[in-house]
C-alpha cells in the first residue's frame, strides 16, 4: 500500500487549498479513506472521511462547512478542499486508509496559513 499526498503549501488566511492522495497497491474503491492532520504540539486528529462511493462524509467540526472532501475511484485519489484557512489548520496532513487490520499513512503534506 502506498498513499502519497500533494498539494500543501503557504497560504494566507482567508484561501484555498485543495489537498491529493492518490493510492496504489490495494483495491482503492473497495476502503474508505480518511484525512488527518497534526497541528504543531498537538495529537494527531481526524479531519475527514469517505466511504468507498462517496455518497457519505465525515467532518471535524472545526472544518465543518468549509471543506469538502471527495474521491475519484478511477483516479484512485482522494481529495480535500478546505476553504476560508485559518491559522490554526496550520498542520501536516495526512491521507490514510485501514486494510485488513493495519493502518497506512502516506508521508504527509505540509499546510501553513500564515500573512
Known amino acids: 500500500v502506498m498513499l502519497v499526498e500533494s498539494g500543501g503549501g503557504l497560504v494566507q488566511p482567508g484561501g484555498s487549498l485543495r489537498l491529493s492522495c492518490t493510492a496504489s497497491?490495494?483495491?482503492?474503491?473497495?476502503?474508505?479513506m480518511n484525512w488527518y492532520r497534526r497541528a504543531p504540539g498537538k495529537e494527531r486528529e481526524l479531519v475527514a472521511s469517505?466511504?468507498?462511493?462517496?455518497?457519505?462524509?465525515y467532518y471535524e467540526d472545526s472544518v465543518k462547512g468549509r471543506s469538502t472532501i471527495s474521491r475519484d475511484n478511477a483516479q484512485n485519489t482522494v481529495y480535500l478542499q478546505i476553504n476560508s484557512l485559518k491559522p490554526e489548520d496550520t498542520a501536516v496532513y495526512y491521507c490514510?486508509?485501514?486494510?485488513?487490520?493495519?493502518?497506512?499513512w502516506g508521508q504527509g503534506t505540509q499546510v501553513t496559513v500564515s500573512s
Open positions: 490514510n486508509v485501514q486494510v485488513s487490520s493495519v493502518r497506512y
Open positions: 469517505i466511504t468507498t462511493t462517496g455518497r457519505s462524509t
Open positions: 497497491g490495494f483495491t482503492f474503491s473497495a476502503y474508505a
